[in-house]
């Protein structure tokens, strides 16, 4: 499975946007699908993640309530839904797919390239 992010760009504080993660090849079953980012000067931190076969999801503090993570399975895509953006979401993000529903970007085997999301104050 080879992944391909989009959706990035410049929004202003408040604004929404929505990324896009594009998967090519077969997804099992018991994939689970994530959202990471990471600024500059900082680690890569988890986002969100979504079963590929459910439609549990699960959440990082920071963006809970303000993000939605979803798929659309006849599409073999992953989406991020973002509202009410602020400065401190501005980050790369990347799509990832592993075989265990935690955040730890480490159990996360394939990655996409990444998408740049710069929010403006």
């Known amino acids: 499975v080879q992944l391909q992010a989009s959706g990035g760009g410049l929004v202003q504080a408040g604004g929404s946007l929505r990324l896009s993660c594009a998967a090519s090849g077969r997804i099992y079953s018991s994939t689970v699908m994530a959202w990471f980012r990471q600024a500059i000067g900082k680690e890569r931190e988890f986002v969100a993640l979504i079963r590929w076969n459910r439609d549990s999801t699960y959440y990082a503090d920071s963006v809970k309530g303000r993000f939605t993570i979803s798929k659309e399975n006849r599409k073999n895509t992953l989406y991020l839904q973002m509202s009410s953006l602020k400065p401190e979401d501005t980050a790369v993000y990347y799509c990832?797919?592993?075989?265990?529903?935690?955040?730890?970007?480490?159990?996360?085997?394939?990655w996409g390239q990444g998408t740049l999301v710069t929010v403006s104050s």
């Open positions: 990832a797919a592993g075989s265990r529903y935690n955040s730890d970007q480490y159990d996360y085997n394939i």
